[in-house]
């Protein structure tokens, strides 16, 4: 039997994927739930775009500050040394290449590594990209969780997106409910796949041809 990964199982393997020291920003969603897996110690710094560098999920005991949020307007609380700045000064840091990592949500990652996060490209629907266009290209490294195809069973890791693009050729590793996965030179390379999961009905759900590391996990 497939054991699906949950929504807090993707945010937990991506932030142990995150070395101590990093500067990395969560995208609103699944992303900024990677927030609640490091401590102190782990030793990530974490940025948030509306002005925060040193952001830390808040305890039980924290108080709330009202005033103290992140991007997705969630209660935060602030590691030691952490600061507060411009927004304006936030976007310069995304765009200067300052960030080591950003996590974003996505619809939509082709084969090459091009994001789609942005707008379901419905006729008369506002959408609202935020800061993932500047992440996108400023961050070192993006990784993307999402769910690995849709309500309908559509792949979101597609040979090519067909929905509007945030960045072109920029992420650089996926995880899903199902697995994680680089992107190569030679498109998706299959790191883990979850427990009871064959590479056959991997594959069968998702529209991009699949690779297999050599020393391919089961993980749990």
């Not at 996590?103 to 990209?129: C, K, R």
């Not at 559509?154 to 693009?165: G, I, N, Q, Y």
């Not at 996965?181 to 390379?189: A, E, I, K, Q, R």
């Not at 590479?199 to 991009?208: G, K, V």
Request: glycine share 10%; hydrophobic share 45%; proline share 5%.
């Amino acid at each position: 039997m497939i054991q699906r990964f949950s929504r807090a199982d993707i945010a937990r393997r991506a932030a142990a994927d995150i070395p101590a020291g990093a500067y990395v920003n969560l995208g609103i969603g699944m992303p900024v739930m990677a927030l609640d897996y490091w401590t102190p110690e782990h030793g990530v710094i974490v940025h948030s775009e509306n002005g925060i560098l040193g952001m830390r999920a808040r305890a039980e005991d924290d108080p709330i500050d009202p005033d103290l949020t992140n991007a997705a307007k969630q209660n935060v609380a602030m590691s030691a040394g952490g600061s507060f700045f411009n927004h304006a000064d936030s976007f310069a840091m995304m765009r200067g290449g300052h960030l080591d990592y950003c996590i974003l949500g996505a619809y939509q990652v082709s084969e090459t590594g091009d994001l789609a996060n942005w707008s379901l490209g419905q006729p008369g629907v506002a959408a609202a990209v935020g800061g993932a266009m500047d992440l996108a290209v400023g961050a070192k490294r993006v990784h993307v969780l999402m769910e690995h195809t849709t309500r309908d069973g559509s792949s979101r890791l597609r040979r090519v997106c067909d929905l509007p693009l945030t960045g072109a050729a920029c992420v650089d590793r996926v995880y899903t409910d199902l697995a994680t996965l680089d992107v190569t030179p030679d498109g998706f390379l299959v790191r883990s796949m979850a427990p009871g999961l064959s590479r056959e009905a991997l594959q069968a759900a998702t529209d991009a041809p699949l690779r297999f590391a050599q020393d391919l996990q089961n993980a749990g």
